[in-house]
């Protein structure tokens, strides 16, 4: 007789550990898959990085040889005016000699 109180009270804290347990279990479960996501995503975010910083790369790379090209054209350029003033000067001198 004693005995039967006893055990229900056992048998009622074991189903309310199992709920408990089944909840955690539950939570752990949900955690789990965030953070799944959550690393998912950070590996996104990386390959977008690393396609972004190759990207700049090759507009850096790009803009570099514009800059140059363009400085090896002002540089003709002045050579060529140089040239021009030169030859102009000459001539106005040629003219004022005779």
């Not at 955690?31 to 090759?58: G, V």
């Amino acid at each position: 007789r004693d005995l039967v109180p006893k055990v229900i009270h056992i048998l009622e804290l074991l189903e309310l550990q199992a709920a408990k347990n089944e909840k955690e279990t539950d939570q752990l479960m949900e955690m789990k898959s965030r953070i799944e996501r959550l690393e998912i995503e950070k590996n996104e975010t990386r390959e977008l990085r690393e396609k972004f910083d190759r990207e700049l790369e090759l507009i850096e790379e790009q803009w570099r040889k514009e800059a140059d090209n363009l400085m090896g054209l002002v540089s003709k350029l002045e050579d060529e005016n140089r040239r021009l003033r030169d030859e102009l000067q000459h001539k106005t001198n040629l003219n004022e000699t005779s």
